[in-house]
């Protein structure tokens, strides 16, 4: 018991160290020169977090606030928010460094934590939830819902879909990540196939505080589906034949006076002269 007690007052010890540390590698910034003005600055963000809650530990990285891996703990590999990320999660070679980091953070919730406690705000605002889906919006074709949250603090949540009120399976993880002052921000997603009448919920709990976010999405703008192009085009098309034949007729009879004699025939007569496509018949 000692020993632990002991262990506990060296880590207590070495927070200040570990505030100062990067102070004291901290290099004065040299001037930026002038062709480099222009250029714009990014951020890679590489967050370890642990809690007494779920989940307990989580690890993100992100560019520029979005995210692109989870580190999944129990299989000790990347995940890729997206599958564009794929190829980048492949690379491996820094796991002993975050197993490390694990380790520590574990360690510092075991023996610092019950030190803060009470000295640490609990939570922080209510989480924000929105809805969209990932590709413009096709009826009958396959799509993703993305459910994203904001103003996450500290990242304890659920996620969970709905569709007409009924609980929906089958989605996938959901992504934690850190993003400038101290907050979380959060992803899940579903994959559908989009009809009219479809109305989701996304339902967020923040499991801290059992606070409970909703966000709805129903179908909104979507694109003209290509069996309506394709009827929108034969009519076009129709019509524009139409157009035309009529617009023959026209000269021709108007013409007719000029040449020296009349044609007898009404324009009623002459238009009902002319035989039709076979194709127009149909649709007349």
């Not at 820094?94 to 803060?116: H, N, R, S, T, Y």
């Not at 019509?239 to 044609?263: A, H, M, N, Q, T």
Request: charged share 15%; with cysteine; hydrophobic share 40%.
């Amino acid at each position: 018991m000692g020993h632990e007690q002991n262990q506990g007052a060296a880590l207590l010890q070495m927070l200040p160290l570990l505030w100062l540390l990067p102070h004291s590698w901290a290099i004065p910034e040299a001037p930026t020169p002038v062709w480099r003005d222009d250029l714009q600055n990014h951020t890679f963000l590489h967050t370890v977090y642990c809690q007494d809650g779920s989940p307990s530990m989580g690890l993100s990285e992100a560019y520029d606030e979005d995210q692109l891996f989870f580190f999944d703990f129990s299989q000790n590999t990347r995940v890729p928010r997206l599958p564009e990320f794929a190829d980048w999660a492949q690379e491996q070679g820094d796991a002993p460094a975050i197993l490390f980091d694990k380790a520590f953070c574990e360690l510092m919730i075991q023996q610092v934590g019950p030190q803060l406690d009470g000295k640490i705000p609990v939570s922080r605002g209510f989480p924000i939830a929105e809805v969209f889906t990932l590709k413009p919006l096709e009826f009958g074709k396959p799509n993703t819902l993305v459910c994203f949250v904001s103003n996450l603090f500290p990242p304890m949540l659920t996620v969970n879909w709905q569709h007409h009120s009924v609980p929906v399976e089958g989605s996938g993880p959901t992504f934690v990540s850190a993003v400038d002052g101290l907050s979380f921000q959060a992803f899940s997603y579903l994959n559908i196939t989009p009809e009219p009448s479809d109305i989701f919920s996304c339902i967020v709990t923040h499991e801290i505080d059992r606070y409970t976010a909703i966000a709805y999405w129903v179908p909104q703008n979507a694109l003209p589906s290509d069996l309506l192009e394709n009827v929108l085009c034969g009519v076009a098309f129709g019509l524009g034949v139409l157009g035309i034949i009529v617009g023959i007729v026209l000269i021709i009879y108007f013409r007719k006076p000029c040449s020296g004699g009349e044609d007898p025939r009404t324009l009623e007569e002459l238009v009902q002269g002319i035989e039709l496509p076979a194709s127009l018949q149909s649709r007349a």
